[in-house]
């Protein structure tokens, strides 16, 4: 659990953070939203005191983060960068190692961890272990970087912007990974993003920063039905906020069972989301769905009154 | 361009044409019964009847032909070429001393003339092109000059004793052996004294700002100080010591001879080597930085284990540049009775025997070039992940 009280950092007469509070409770997964220079990434980095905050206080599990040594405190909690930050004259295997091997770990607990990380990050270890930054990809290396994160087993996770500097398809990948990979660790989670989609997708809790302030937090779904000014509203995409509601439900939540009518001649993915549904119908211009499973079995029917909410078929 | 057709490569057909022609027209070597009277200059087709000369130029011809179309089996041609050439060249010299010199004048020499100098510049070059063509590494190209060094050591030790650089070397083996080694000692002294003193600084620097300011200007300055004036200007404060300190003055400390020498040379060893290592700790990726210390490194522990090795190519870099000039200083050196290589050089101007300085620069410009490809590829080991 991280908390927050009254928190603020002043770089000379610039105040980058003021006075925020926020509370991220164990295994949830906290997006910081807003534009650049809104203060969310020096909210990150005072939560493992990258750099300290000047008034209030900041905790972690209800101790305040400066009663720990910095250094073992850095050791308790992953992080992750945009640009990596991987070590260049370094192994993936090496890079990914670090933590542990900083905590003294036995080698061999090291290399099975090693091994294990990459597996879950899909690294083939054969192929990756022995190569050197470099010789990576955007999306390898990002790989490589939430890895070496996780490789002490944090029950704490920061991101900054961690998937900013990819091609949209990589990011795409990378960000359905993150969700699964979190549905299974369930770590505490401070992500800093300014893509507001990814900021959807995967929070828990979101976060919306102006100006060093919390404008407003919540969970994704409140803020896109309330937004408290026209700020908030057009940082969640404006007119497009039914568009960005409706990719965060599932085909499946508002499909009928198949019914004694025509089976309708285009399919859908049970697991897409209500916007891709909406594409779908708007492009072949029809009001009704399939909707099928993976082996593409017809399962269920969508129409787009179900889709829109409505309870009847 | 069809076919895989390439562009001639000018560069090449420049380079052979100009090399042909100079190893025609001009001296190649000139004759001298004795060290004071002018030789008798020579061209190449003069001797041996002109014959083996002509060989000679055929190689040269066929790169020319090959380079109008290049393809890899014809760089690989040229460079077998150019390499037979250069192996060539000190046999040849080999025979047309034979020929020239009279066996009953044991004082008469052979002094190598301008169509040998030009010859030898334009094939290294063209080795120099065929080498980044066929995209060979660096300790490749240094292998392709063990042929022709053979050649030479060969020819020098068994056939040209009367080249008028043998001569001078044999009349004075046991001083060259020492100016070498003072030379070197020199050099060494002062790359490490200042590897070692440029390393405190820079790292003096990177703590305090002020200090950062006032070094560079310092060093900038001691830097446009001309060699000389600075080695006259060291001359006065250190005899001075001397007289005032016995004990400096017993482990050789005095106006003029190696303290001076080596104080002058470490002044500019240090800027260069200060500013590449200060660079070079600076300019550390600061992601990289960063996420050392996110990680839960110590201070310490990013220190030595990721901004050290990040920088050390960037450092070694400057070691290199800092001994390819203190090598060539040294020879200054020799002017305020330091020793070394310079005292063969300034010796050679005083009796206008060219040879004699040759004997003194030849050694200088091999061992800038021999520092130079030994770090440079030091550096290139230790940059960061590895080999390409």
Redesign the interface.
């Known amino acids: 659990m991280i908390e927050l009280f009254d928190v603020t950092k002043r770089f000379g007469h610039e105040t980058a953070v003021d006075s925020i509070s926020l509370r991220v409770e164990k295994g949830e997964l906290c997006a910081l939203v807003g534009t650049s220079g809104c203060g969310k990434s020096t909210t990150l980095r005072m939560i493992?005191r990258?750099i300290e905050h000047d008034g209030g206080e900041v905790h972690l599990d209800g101790q305040p983060v400066r009663s720990f040594d910095e250094?073992?405190?850095?050791?308790?909690?992953g992080?992750v960068?945009q640009?990596?930050?991987?070590?260049?004259?370094w192994t993936v295997a090496r890079n990914i190692g670090?933590?542990p091997r900083?905590l003294k770990w036995p080698k061999a607990r090291i290399r099975q961890r090693v091994e294990e990380l990459m597996q879950l990050l899909g690294l083939p270890v054969t192929e990756f272990a022995d190569k050197?930054?470099?010789?990576l990809s955007g999306g390898q290396a990002q790989r490589v970087g939430v890895a070496?994160a996780l490789a002490a087993d944090p029950d704490i996770l920061?991101m900054d912007e961690p998937f900013g500097a990819l091609d949209p398809i990589t990011r795409k990948t990378l960000q359905h990974e993150m969700g699964e990979i979190q549905a299974r660790l369930h770590k505490t989670i401070v992500f800093v993003t300014h893509d507001m989609d990814e900021a959807l997708a995967l929070a828990d809790r979101l976060v919306v920063m102006h100006q060093g302030r919390i404008v407003q937090q919540g969970k994704p779904i409140e803020l896109l039905h309330d937004p408290v000014n026209p700020f908030v509203e057009s940082l969640l995409g404006g007119m497009d906020r039914g568009l960005k509601e409706a990719a965060l439900i599932q085909v499946s939540e508002r499909m009928l069972p198949l019914g004694p009518r025509l089976l309708a001649s285009e399919r859908i993915a049970y697991g897409a989301t209500l916007s891709q549904a909406l594409s779908v119908m708007l492009w072949h211009g029809v009001d009704r769905l399939t909707v099928v499973d993976e082996e593409d079995i017809p399962i269920g029917e969508l129409s787009l009154r179900r889709l829109l909410g409505a309870n009847a078929a | 361009m069809g076919e895989g057709r390439q562009a001639p490569n000018w560069v090449l057909i420049s380079l052979m044409l100009a090399a042909g022609a100079a190893w025609l027209t001009l001296d190649v070597v000139s004759v001298a019964p004795n060290r004071i009277v002018p030789g008798t200059p020579h061209v190449a087709l003069g001797i041996l009847g002109g014959v083996p000369a002509i060989l000679l130029v055929l190689p040269m011809l066929a790169v020319t032909l090959l380079a109008w179309h290049p393809t890899r089996k014809g760089l690989w041609l040229s460079l077998a070429s150019v390499t037979g050439v250069l192996t060539l060249l000190p046999l040849w010299l080999a025979a047309a001393t034979a020929m020239l010199v009279d066996p009953d004048l044991p004082q008469a020499r052979v002094g190598l003339g301008s169509a040998i100098w030009v010859l030898l510049f334009l094939l290294l070059l063209a080795l120099i092109e065929l080498r980044t063509r066929l995209g060979l590494s660096r300790p490749m190209g240094w292998l392709l000059l063990i042929p022709m060094l053979l050649a030479w050591w060969l020819s020098l030790v068994l056939w040209l004793e009367p080249l008028a650089l043998q001569r001078e070397y044999q009349a004075r083996s046991d001083q060259f052996a020492d100016a070498l080694l003072t030379h070197l000692t020199l050099v060494g002294a002062a790359v490490g004294a200042s590897l070692i003193l440029a390393s405190l600084l820079a790292l003096a620097m990177r703590r305090h700002p002020g200090v950062r300011r006032m070094g560079f200007a310092a060093l900038n300055f001691l830097q446009t100080i001309p060699s000389l004036a600075l080695f006259g200007l060291l001359l006065a404060p250190l005899a001075w010591l001397a007289s005032r300190f016995e004990g400096l003055a017993s482990i050789g400390v005095s106006g003029i001879g190696w303290a001076p020498a080596f104080l002058a040379l470490l002044g500019y060893s240090l800027l260069p080597m200060v500013r590449n290592i200060h660079v070079a700790l600076e300019e550390v990726?600061p992601?990289?930085i960063?996420?050392?210390?996110?990680?839960?490194?110590?201070r310490r522990?990013v220190f030595i284990q990721?901004r050290l090795?990040?920088a050390l190519p960037v450092v070694l870099e400057g070691v290199r540049i800092t001994t390819v000039q203190a090598i060539g200083l040294t020879a200054v050196a020799a002017l305020i009775g330091a020793g070394g290589l310079g005292t063969f050089i300034f010796q050679g101007l005083g009796q206008a025997a060219m040879d004699m300085v040759l004997l003194g620069a030849l050694p200088i410009i091999a061992l800038a070039l021999m520092a130079d490809a030994l770090i440079g590829f030091l550096s290139e080991r230790l940059r960061?992940?590895?080999l390409e």
């Open positions: 493992n990258l250094v073992a405190l850095r050791r308790r909690i992080y960068i640009s990596t930050g991987l070590f260049p004259h670090l933590v900083l050197y930054p470099r010789q070496r920061l | 990726d992601a990289v960063e996420s050392a210390h996110g990680m839960g490194m110590s522990q990721v090795p990040l960061p992940g590895g």
